[in-house]
């Protein structure tokens, strides 16, 4: 004879406690869903959107304008100086066509032309030297030797990066040594 068993009736502190525990439960899971979404997905998306290519150096060149940039030679003493633009245009792996190459996304903000800022000396002279030395640099010592650049989706398929932002650490890592 098999006995069947007994049924359990809870008291109704047990039952209001048990309620209570699932309520709990799905307050943590909902507030979970909330934080993936509001949190997570925006830092998943942001990392996740570029890539790794291969780049050839196409064409160096220095535009004939001249961009205006502010040097400090102390605490009273400040002042604008000109620099010239330099442009480097390189093939990607990923398309054919030409793409304008920056340091990183902070000098393509600055000034989306130019491929190199310069550290604004008080001279001009200096910093056209300094641009001129970038120049033949990427036509002498980079030519056309492939290299890794750096790309983001959410920005124009027009511009790619020689430093790639890490996310997690906030610093800039170069990816092609640099004088």
Wanted: proline residues 5%.
């Amino acid at each position: 004879m098999a006995r069947g068993r007994a049924a359990y009736e809870y008291t109704e502190a047990e039952d209001k406690s048990m309620r209570l525990g699932f309520l709990l439960i799905a307050a943590g899971l909902l507030s979970l869903l909330g934080l993936g979404c509001c949190w997570l997905r925006p830092a998943l998306q942001e990392r996740g959107g570029g890539g790794a290519a291969n780049c050839t150096v196409l064409l160096v060149r220095q535009l004939g304008e001249r961009f205006a940039c502010t040097f400090s030679c102390g605490a009273a003493c400040r002042g604008t100086a000109r620099y010239p633009c330099l442009q480097v245009l390189v093939r990607t792996s990923r398309s054919a066509a030409p793409a304008l190459l920056h340091e990183d996304e902070r000098q393509l903000r600055t000034n989306p032309k130019c491929s190199y800022i310069p550290p604004c000396a008080r001279d001009d002279q200096e910093n056209s030297e300094n641009v001129t030395y970038k120049q033949k640099y990427w036509k002498e010592k980079v030519g056309s030797q492939p290299f890794t650049c750096y790309f983001n989706d959410h920005l124009s398929q027009e511009n790619v990066f020689t430093s790639h932002r890490e996310t997690a650490k906030g610093r800039n890592k170069p990816m092609v040594s640099q004088p």
